[in-house]
């Protein structure tokens, strides 16, 4: 495999009037959970459907796993695993069928396909319904088995979009689980699309942020906090009165300060010593419980870097 | 080639078989016709439907209805169910996907005729038993065999195409019945016309019927076919546009 997965160049792609990919550039490395970020409408499930050699681009043009997704898209779509929009399972089938069907879509042996199906379904936990019609699955358990249908022929590389939506927390963590488990246990690269923040954040070992079809940044989610801004302060205790606001505000080092939800929340410049502060609030009467320090969540740099682009 | 449309008719063979609520729909559907071909129309026309071209009508009408009720299902149904994106994302050829649908309604259609034509074969054979074991000609099961095969292909070609464009299955399915069910009309409604419009229509119709040799029409009809059945093929072959699919 090349070391780059994927290597888009200055994509787009127009649909009559609107364009849906704006000049997107953007190297996705092999071997890490690559999340794609960004509001409904933003133009990832195009970008996936360009990579996939399922739609053709308007100008650009993207590499995936070394080939060209407009000339090679069959090569494409043979060395990769996608769980789309909709799980797409066959639910008058059983969960074995299903697997069994894409496994000879993907021209594995007979051998080859039974051990792997059951490899996935016991690690999915469902080895035992898998004779049970799909359609009688829940939404976590068919979202797993989609999961497992992706990665059944052992692909460098799957696209998933959203594979979380729409399930509940439980269903969701153990679909997560399941993907963190397997990507890394399989080497896969994965390009996964995602409303969920702390999903991406827990997962991805990079991130990138489109709006409106056009890159906004991309890097470590780390980076992406670090770059929103410096670290944050929160004191809980009592006595977070007007004064003591009013006191801080006029620090150098200090960007905002509030109390939010019972606690005192303060923005702080990168590279502050927080012990004077601390013995400030001291100072001014506050009667201090405990002092976390912490960073913007990915959410709230998502949510500024999509007030920026306004 | 062969071995992903193999891959395709295995899945659409599987969803065939266990197609959710359709159990009583599909005895059903196979019920109605045997009872009215395979038993009611031999009782009623005995050996007339064996020496005679009574059979030519379940070579047209089986293959029509069978594979008018399970084409639509084959890209609208998918389509429908949101099963169509993830299929088109997988290695398998435009081709594979298209003949491996067509081929399972045009085979189960088929067969479906086949069984008929053998089925009334004995009804006849045991309920006007006169001594001796009654059989088509073998030119009455050549034409038998070849027309059921080419207008459960016509039908297949047909409802693939329309499939292709429509959303669901159900809007399939009655733009199929229309499609199918005009040529019908329109070709009862000819000798019609011949008879009130031609002046001595009646009189010219009969010349014509007199005048007509049946295996060259056979022949000729089974040639139009051919071609229609090709050529609605091709069309939908050329129809199949991956990024065309994944937008609809």
Not at chain 1, 216 to 221: L, Q, R
Not at chain 2, 62 to 81: D, H, K, L, N, Y
Not at chain 2, 173 to 181: G, V
Not at chain 2, 185 to 207: F, S, T
Request: with cysteine; charged share 20%.
């Amino acid at each position: 495999m090349t070391e780059t997965a994927i290597r888009i160049e200055n994509l787009t792609r127009d649909f009559e009037t609107v364009r849906a990919v704006d000049g997107l550039s953007l190297e996705v490395p092999a071997g890490i959970i690559f999340g794609f970020l960004g509001p409904n409408g933003a133009g990832k499930t195009t970008t996936i459907n360009l990579l996939l050699g399922l739609l053709e681009p308007t100008s650009g043009r993207a590499e995936v796993l070394g080939f060209d997704t407009r000339t090679q898209s069959d090569e494409v779509r043979t060395r990769t695993g996608t769980l789309l929009e909709h799980p797409g399972l066959y639910e008058q089938l059983s969960a074995e069928d299903n697997l069994e069907f894409y496994g000879r879509v993907w021209r594995m042996t007979p051998a080859e396909r039974q051990a792997r199906i059951k490899e996935l379904l016991t690690h999915m936990g469902v080895w035992e319904r898998r004779k049970e019609r799909v359609g009688t699955w829940s939404k976590g358990m068919k979202q797993k088995l989609a999961l497992a249908r992706a990665l059944l022929h052992r692909p460098p590389l799957i696209f998933l979009d959203e594979p979380t939506a729409g399930l509940d927390v439980v269903a969701a963590t153990a679909v997560r689980d399941d993907l963190e488990t397997l990507a890394a246990r399989e080497g896969v690269t994965v390009f996964l699309t995602t409303h969920n923040m702390a999903e991406a954040e827990r997962l991805c070992g990079q991130v990138a942020v489109i709006r409106e079809g056009s890159l906004v940044a991309v890097g470590h989610p780390d980076e992406l906090r670090a770059r929103a801004g410096g670290p944050r302060l929160e004191i809980f205790g009592r006595g977070f009165n007007d004064n003591v606001l009013n006191l801080l505000r006029t620090r150098p080092e200090v960007v905002a300060a509030g109390v939010q939800n019972e606690h005192l929340a303060i923005d702080l410049r990168k590279d502050t010593d927080v012990a004077p502060l601390v013995s400030l609030l001291v100072g001014a009467g506050v009667q201090v419980e405990e002092v976390r320090r912490g960073k913007a969540s990915l959410e709230e740099v998502f949510l500024a870097l999509m007030e920026e682009e306004r | 080639m062969i071995n992903d449309i193999l891959t395709v008719m295995w899945k659409e063979r599987k969803g065939l078989l266990r197609y959710q609520g359709s159990r009583t729909r599909a005895v059903l559907g196979l019920l109605i016709p045997v009872v009215m071909l395979g038993i009611y129309l031999p009782l009623q026309i005995g050996r007339a439907l064996v020496e005679g071209p009574w059979s030519l009508l379940t070579s047209v009408f089986i293959p029509m209805m069978s594979v008018g009720m399970m084409i639509p299902e084959s890209f609208a149904g998918e389509r429908e169910r949101h099963t169509l994106g993830t299929l088109l994302a997988s290695r398998l050829p435009d081709e594979a996907i298209l003949f491996g649908k067509v081929a399972v309604a045009v085979g189960y259609a088929w067969g479906m005729a086949l069984m008929l034509l053998l089925v009334s074969l004995v009804m006849v054979n045991v309920t006007h038993w006169d001594g001796q074991v009654l059989l088509y000609t073998p030119i009455t099961a050549l034409v038998n065999v070849a027309l059921s095969l080419l207008m459960a292909s016509l039908v297949a070609g047909l409802g693939v195409l329309i499939s292709l464009r429509s959303a669901t299955v159900q809007g399939a399915q009655q733009t199929l019945m229309t499609a199918t069910l005009f040529p019908l009309v329109l070709l009862q409604m000819i000798p019609l016309l011949l008879l009130n419009v031609v002046p001595n229509g009646r009189a010219r119709l009969k010349e014509l019927v007199a005048a007509a040799n049946p295996t060259q029409i056979i022949l000729i009809v089974m040639a139009v076919l051919l071609v229609l059945d090709l050529g609605l093929l091709m069309a939908a072959l050329a129809r199949f546009k991956r990024a065309r699919l994944i937008l609809n």
